[in-house]
Structure formats: C-alpha cells, structure tokens
C-alpha cells in the first residue's frame, strides 16, 4: 500500500483549515443551507453535498459533526467530519480556524497493485470499480451513493482489524485529483516524506 499526508505545501507543512460544527447554526452553515449545499432533515440529521455526492444525494451527518468546504468556481461543496474523528484530528486555533493534525493515511489509485483493503471494499460491496465509466471509476456505497473519476484516490482514514489481523471495516473517501495535488504529499508509512 502506498501512503500520503495531508499538508500544506507553503505553510511549513501545518494545514490550517476552517470548519463548522453542525448544528450551532453558524452563519456558514445558514448560508450553505440557503444555498442548497446543505440540507437539514425534519429528524434532525444533515445531508452534505459534497464534490463526490452524485444522483441528488449528499453525505450523511449528525448534530455535532463537523463540516469544512471545498470550493469550485465559487461554489461551495461541504463535507462531513465525524465528531469523534474531527476531534481527534484537529487542534482549535480560535473562532472556525484549525491545524489539522497531519497523519500518514493509506492510499489506492487506479492502476495501483489490488490490496487487501480495496480487495476488502470490493468484497463486501461498499466500492465498485467502473471502468467503461472514468468520469464515474469509483462508486461507493455507504449511507449515500458516492462516486468520483478514475483520477482520484481513494483514502483510508481506518481499518479496523480482528484478533487474528483480518479486516473488519474500513472507513475511507474519495480525493479529487486536483485537491489531492493541492493538499497531499507522498509519504511512507510513518509519515517521512518521498
């Protein structure tokens, strides 16, 4: 498996971001709501229209979770962070601002050797590959239905293993090219750079 981190090529390698707690009612996520971008439903949970989110559906997200924002010829495309994972990942600078802390994550790309986790994704039908579609390579299904191009990667943010080291579960996402380039470095396992 080959492995990447999550840094800022010109901040001396801190990822500053923004992000928004769900349901705090900030003045972000009133406007994304105004937008569309964000949808809350009458039981309370939240639907995110991320890049990746296809066929009118958006990610799943609870009160308490957060959101940052990807924005494409200025629109804006919010993505959930689980609560405990946000957390657990990113330092409060003050106001909406964060470090996130950067930690080597595995990768698979279109092309690359099959591992076990993709293996894994495949076997238990949560990732489907696409080839006569490149516009729509990955398909994952989750809660909702995500895919992305057969350019982007896929990240894994966990991998949960049993006693006897096989994989359980696997909670991972789909990168974009161009905000992979902009926003990842190669690495290897324990993080040093390539």
């Keep these: ?9 010109t901040n001396g390698g801190r990822k500053i971001v923004k992000a928004y ?7 972000m996520e009133r406007q994304l709501i ?10 309370g949970h939240y639907e995110l229209f991320s890049l990746e989110a296809k066929d009118g559906q958006g990610q799943t997200a609870q009160p308490g979770d957060y959101f940052k924002i990807d924005t494409l010829d200025g629109k804006h495309y919010p993505y959930p962070n689980d609560r ?3 957390q657990e990942n990113h330092l409060h600078l003050s106001g909406d601002e964060y470090e996130q802390i950067s930690r080597p994550r595995g990768i698979w790309q279109a ?3 099959m591992g076990e ?3 894994f994704l495949i076997d238990t039908g949560k990732l489907t590959l696409h080839p006569e579609t490149p516009d729509r390579y990955f398909r994952a299904v989750t809660d909702t239905s995500l895919s992305a191009a057969e350019d982007a990667t896929v990240v894994f943010f966990g991998i949960d293993r049993d006693d006897q080291g096989k994989i359980t579960d696997i909670s991972f996402n789909f990168v974009a090219r161009p905000q992979f380039e902009r926003d990842y470095l190669y690495c290897k396992e324990n993080g040093e750079l390539l």
Aim: hydrophobic share 30%.
């Design 1 to 9: 498996m080959r492995y990447a981190v999550k840094a800022n090529k």
């Design 21 to 27: 707690c769900l349901g705090e009612n900030s003045e």
């Design 34 to 43: 105004q937008e569309g971008a964000i949808r809350k439903h009458a039981d």
């Design 84 to 86: 405990k994972f946000f």
């Design 111 to 113: 092309g690359d050797d």
């Design 117 to 119: 986790e993709i293996q």
